[in-house]
């Protein structure tokens, strides 16, 4: 099953925006029309605050200061607005469905019974923890460790976390194939930090309620001796963390790549039945190969089952899978799996409406089928031919920008022209709908229902093996708030949800569209040559297409912006980690340095209107700039450092502008300003 986190970090997706208005190929730049707008919202300008001195603050002071995060929300900005603003389209789509009848079998009957099994909470109450007796009573049941690759396979074909995950993907090194992946998994914590920080006094206090909270809901399912049991968990969780890879490793694609044959896995981490496991994971009749991500991982967790209580091992499992089963279950359970993974993880203080977490229960389960329904209704056709057209001038300066780097050498151009001729857009929603006609939802059942949902996403994959790639798949939904590049494909996408306002505005002048959307699609385009991006090339295979010394100068461009990031510090004792952030940082300055071009070309040579007293350079990174308008609760803060490949919001926006000569000359920045940057200093890639 799939966890539902309402309040997660909407700014944290890949990077998402919408449309804008180009200027025809040979037609005069024209005066704005009246009626066009800057879309600027002067209105949360911080006139005390000069923009030379701090953009983020100086544009969206006022909203800073008279904001409240609501309740139910880590942080709020426009990203979680506009998630915020989707989900009561999706609840009349849902609530639609429900006051007519469907065909049975029908994606539509699907979702209306899905999402009354959510909302029926008295039948809830009445069946308690009854849902997963048949699960408990296999876990409570086991006699030796010889069971546990049957058990995790198991839970793993149902949605629960274990200490390691199977999924499939396409090959990293054979595009045209889909491999097998195994990987480290299994923490109930967000990462191994807040298991190894020892002198952190916060993440100290959260390891404390951890083990209160795992007792509790241990207790609740009625487990013997619950206290003793979570602290063992705590031990064994923190056991793996320590051999666990850092988020920073996990950042390179060919560490990360290891062909293993499934018949030598016991080489790699022996002591474990690994034949069992993969041919009980479906694996094994498909394949005779895995590709583990953390080969050193492997070889740690076999080490520390092999050291752990047996009794440990089956309250570890005990535990994830009731972890997993919370949000679906009675009141007790849902409510405090709320209070610590909202409460105490994100500093949430109230609990979404049950509708919200309804229609997010929805979404996890049959998200297309979702997708297909919102689509037609909220979704515009104009609005994807204006995409399309966005993209192709994004994608036409960066083919000018590649032919004039001085840091790039022919060779190596060479190369990223066809990578870049090679990329895949898409956008709004698949061309092929997903089919769920194998998923079984039953009216009353909403355990059971979540994890056939799960069961039917891992047959999908596993059924991807010895098949050839699809490459009309898409990985997210499109009623996502959200935009990804995808290496392994070579591809661009943005779903529908995103292509709206705030993102776009079809009442203003193009400035600020560039600004906004004409950044996010370079941010994404850019992903393709970032340090990790850069390492595949246009059939999206990993591959080294670079010179070495063209390689050697773009890391050190790298190097240098991983040292910028990591002085940033959004909290006392809590800084940026610059490796970690190092491709979207990459990606936000590189994609904005190509907007600015786009933009300028738009113009034709003709000077912009001035709207607002402000001129269309100016316009444009306030555009950008008031994308990352953000506040955030302290905890989620903390948990976003920890965890997550973005800045934070105002380092986004702080932080790439300064590196950006159009800045410099649109708002008079210079020497003495707080965010000047000497000529050399400033680090420019594209």
């Not at 990352?628 to 920890?642: D, G, H, L, S």
């Not at 965890?643 to 159009?662: E, I, K, L, M």
């Amino acid at each position: 099953m799939k966890r539902i986190l309402l309040s997660t970090l909407a700014m944290s997706l890949l990077a998402a925006y919408g449309p804008a208005t180009f200027a025809h190929e040979g037609r005069e730049h024209q005066s704005a029309p009246a009626a066009l707008t800057s879309g600027i919202d002067i209105q949360y300008i911080d006139a005390k605050v000069r923009p030379q001195d701090d953009f983020f603050q100086h544009l969206n002071g006022e909203w800073l200061k008279t904001t409240q995060i609501p309740e139910d929300k880590s942080s709020w900005g426009s990203f979680a607005k506009l998630r915020d603003d989707t989900l009561p389209q999706l609840r009349s789509i849902i609530e639609d469905l429900q006051a007519s009848k469907q065909k049975a079998g029908s994606n539509e009957q699907k979702i209306a019974d899905l999402y009354a099994s959510y909302m029926n909470e008295a039948l809830l109450e009445k069946q308690g923890i009854k849902p997963l007796s048949g699960e408990l009573s296999q876990i409570r049941g086991i006699k030796d460790k010889k069971a546990l690759p049957g058990l995790i396979a198991r839970l793993t074909r149902i949605g629960v976390s274990t200490p390691y995950a199977v999924y499939v993907s396409t090959d990293a090194r054979d595009s045209q194939k889909n491999a097998a992946y195994v990987s480290q998994s299994g923490l109930g914590l967000p990462d191994r930090d807040y298991y190894l920080k020892k002198d952190d006094e916060r993440l100290a206090g959260i390891r404390t309620k951890y083990v209160a909270h795992v007792a509790h809901i241990l207790k609740l399912a009625g487990h013997k001796a619950p206290e003793a049991a979570a602290q063992a968990i705590l031990e064994f969780e923190t056991a793996l963390a320590e051999v666990q890879w850092t988020k920073v490793d996990n950042r390179d694609p060919v560490k990360r790549y290891n062909k293993t044959e499934i018949a030598k896995l016991g080489e790699t981490a022996p002591g474990y039945d690994w034949l069992d496991a993969m041919g009980k994971a479906g694996v094994a009749t498909k394949t005779n190969y895995v590709i583990v991500n953390q080969p050193s991982y492997l070889k740690g967790f076999a080490q520390v089952v092999d050291a752990t209580p047996l009794d440990t091992l089956k309250a570890y499992f005990e535990w994830q899978l009731l972890r997993d089963a919370s949000p679906y279950l009675s009141k007790a359970f849902a409510d405090a799996d709320f209070a610590f993974y909202e409460g105490v993880i994100s500093g949430v203080t109230a609990q979404p409406p049950r509708w919200k977490r309804g229609v997010a229960t929805v979404e996890s389960a049959i998200g297309e089928g979702m997708g297909q329904l919102y689509v037609a209704k909220y979704f515009p056709a104009e609005r994807k031919a204006r995409m399309e057209t966005l993209v192709k001038n994004l994608m036409a300066a960066y083919k000018d920008s590649i032919d004039k780097l001085d840091w790039m050498g022919p060779e190596t151009k060479r190369e990223a022209q066809d990578k870049l001729a090679k990329f895949t857009t898409k956008i709004g929603y698949p061309n092929k709908w997903r089919d769920y006609s194998a998923l079984s939802i039953v009216p009353g059942d909403l355990t059971g229902n979540m994890r056939r949902a799960a069961e039917f996403d891992y047959k999908r994959n596993i059924a991807k093996l010895g098949a050839p790639v699809d490459r009309e798949e898409w990985g997210m939904t499109p009623q996502t708030v959200n935009a990804y590049y995808r290496p392994t494909a070579n591809e661009i996408v943005f779903p529908a949800a995103i292509l709206q306002p705030p993102f776009f505005n079809a009442a203003a002048d193009d400035a600020v569209n560039y600004g906004a959307i004409g950044a996010v699609i370079g941010h994404e385009i850019s992903h393709g040559f970032d340090d990790k991006g850069s390492q595949s090339d246009g059939d999206g295979n990993l591959r080294d297409w670079w010179t070495a010394e063209d390689r050697a100068k773009f890391k050190a461009k790298a190097d240098a912006l991983t040292r910028q990031y990591d002085g940033y510090s959004p909290l006392p004792g809590y800084n940026v980690n610059g490796a970690l952030t190092l491709g979207e940082n990459i990606a936000d300055n590189s994609g904005l340095a190509i907007a600015y071009k786009a933009y300028k070309l738009s113009l034709h040579g003709q000077p912009a209107p001035v709207i607002d007293n402000l001129t269309g350079e100016q316009r444009f990174y306030m555009g950008f700039g008031q994308v990352w308008r953000t506040k955030m609760r302290e905890a989620q803060q903390i948990k976003q450092v920890k965890t997550d490949p973005h800045s934070p919001g105002q380092f986004r926006a702080n932080g790439t502008v300064v590196n950006q000569p159009g800045f410099y000359e649109a708002f008079g920045v210079k020497e003495g300003d707080k965010l000047y940057v000497a000529p050399e200093n400033r680090i420019i890639i594209w």
